[in-house]
């Protein structure tokens, strides 16, 4: 297991130098200057000089990349551009909030997902299992932004039950939870169905049957168990998008989280603050994936011994 741990850990590592390089080249070839954004479109071209000689954009690509690698193994992420504070402080004011939404929506869309998923297997061909097959096409299909606005017609505008927008109270999390978790609920639903239906055509299920045992006793016992296994993986994999990819349900509801704060950056170029998100986004996932992958190790020893 430990064997394991370690190749799994050293295989993110390149991951994420990869991802450390793509964006800060990346992020050289689009269009615009910071240095003019700071300034101000009427600044004269001293002032811009010298503020990119103060963020040290007049030197050399390379020579920057070199500096900012070095930084970077120190943990020094840089110094945002447009507010001057360490990027680090940036992200930490902003990084609970991002989390704890995250957080809620994939526990909403795992107990709803799992529970849905079960029904329309238990009742394989009848009304329930269409009922459920038809919600979890519309939550596949249905854009966040257009739920989340239409949320805010229905229960802020028109009954006043919840806020519109903002944070502070648990008020203000049930329509960014709900919007956020739509798609992996739909997802989770979808994967349960199909991976219980296909596990009762195991033969320790069909053995089962033959002995007599109540059919809902045999989905629910003895099938859900190695059912959740997939479903395991699937779960894992949307908490880790939820945490890097919430940046639409953020900017619906004003969400003051990492994903807000990253559409805020790009807008100001403010290259050290998008490549420290950027960076917490793919450490956050592969994070993610590697805990993943030992749980579902843990939970099939097969993968331990292969």
Same mark, same amino acid.
């Given at each position: 297991?430990? =064997?394991?741990?370690?190749?799994?850990?050293?295989?993110?590592?390149?991951?994420?130098?990869?991802?450390?390089?793509?964006?800060?080249?990346?992020?050289?070839?689009?269009?615009?200057?910071?240095?003019?954004?700071?300034?101000?479109?009427?600044?004269?071209?001293?002032?811009?000089?010298?503020?990119?000689?103060?963020?040290?954009?007049?030197?050399?690509?390379?020579?920057?990349?070199?500096?900012?690698?070095?930084?970077?193994?120190?943990?020094?992420? *840089?110094?945002?551009?447009?507010?001057?504070?360490?990027?680090?402080?940036?992200?930490?004011?902003?990084?609970?909030?991002?989390?704890?939404?995250?957080?809620?929506?994939?526990?909403?869309?795992?107990?709803?997902?799992?529970?849905?998923?079960?029904?329309?297997?238990?009742?394989?061909?009848?009304?329930?299992?269409?009922?459920?097959?038809?919600?979890?096409?519309? *939550?596949?299909?249905?854009? !966040?932004?257009?739920? *989340?606005?239409?949320?805010?017609?229905?229960?802020?505008? $028109?009954?006043?039950?919840?806020?519109?927008?903002?944070? *502070?109270?648990?008020?203000?999390?049930?329509?960014?939870?709900?919007?956020?978790?739509?798609?992996?609920?739909?997802?989770?639903?979808?994967?349960?169905?199909?991976?219980?239906?296909?596990?009762?055509?195991?033969?320790?299920?069909?053995?089962?049957?033959?002995?007599?045992?109540?059919?809902?006793?045999?989905?629910?016992?003895?099938?859900?168990?190695?059912?959740?296994?997939? !479903?395991?993986?699937? !779960?894992?994999?949307?908490?880790?998008?939820?945490?890097?990819?919430?940046?639409?349900?953020?900017?619906?509801?004003?969400?003051?989280?990492?994903?807000?704060?990253?559409?805020?950056? !790009?807008? $100001?170029?403010?290259?050290?603050?998008?490549?420290?998100?950027? @960076?917490?986004?793919?450490?956050?996932?592969?994070?993610?994936?590697?805990?993943?992958?030992? @749980?579902?190790?843990?939970?099939?020893?097969?993968? =331990?011994?292969?």
């Amino acid at each position: 297991m430990t =064997r394991y741990i370690i190749r799994r850990v050293l295989v993110g590592i390149p991951i994420l130098f990869l991802v450390v390089t793509l964006v800060f080249f990346a992020f050289r070839l689009i269009p615009g200057d910071a240095a003019r954004i700071l300034a101000g479109d009427e600044a004269p071209i001293e002032r811009v000089e010298q503020i990119r000689r103060d963020l040290g954009l007049d030197r050399p690509v390379l020579v920057q990349y070199a500096n900012y690698l070095g930084d970077l193994f120190r943990g020094d992420l *840089g110094t945002s551009f447009s507010s001057r504070r360490p990027v680090t402080v940036e992200i930490g004011s902003r990084f609970w909030n991002t989390f704890s939404l995250a957080l809620a929506s994939i526990t909403l869309a795992t107990i709803l997902g799992i529970a849905m998923g079960v029904i329309s297997a238990l009742y394989r061909g009848k009304l329930a299992d269409h009922v459920v097959t038809i919600l979890a096409l519309l *939550g596949i299909s249905v854009p !966040v932004f257009w739920l *989340g606005l239409l949320m805010m017609q229905l229960f802020s505008v $028109q009954l006043g039950w919840l806020p519109a927008a903002g944070y *502070g109270t648990w008020r203000h999390f049930v329509m960014p939870t709900i919007a956020l978790s739509v798609f992996s609920i739909a997802f989770i639903t979808r994967m349960t169905r199909s991976s219980l239906l296909e596990t009762i055509q195991q033969d320790y299920v069909r053995t089962a049957r033959a002995k007599g045992v109540v059919e809902r006793l045999v989905l629910l016992l003895l099938s859900l168990r190695n059912a959740l296994l997939p !479903v395991t993986i699937v !779960v894992g994999l949307r908490f880790g998008y939820m945490v890097g990819g919430a940046v639409i349900t953020e900017e619906v509801f004003a969400w003051p989280g990492l994903g807000r704060l990253l559409i805020l950056s !790009v807008a $100001q170029r403010d290259i050290p603050l998008v490549q420290g998100l950027l @960076l917490v986004f793919a450490t956050s996932f592969v994070i993610v994936n590697l805990l993943v992958d030992l @749980l579902y190790a843990f939970l099939d020893p097969r993968i =331990r011994h292969r």
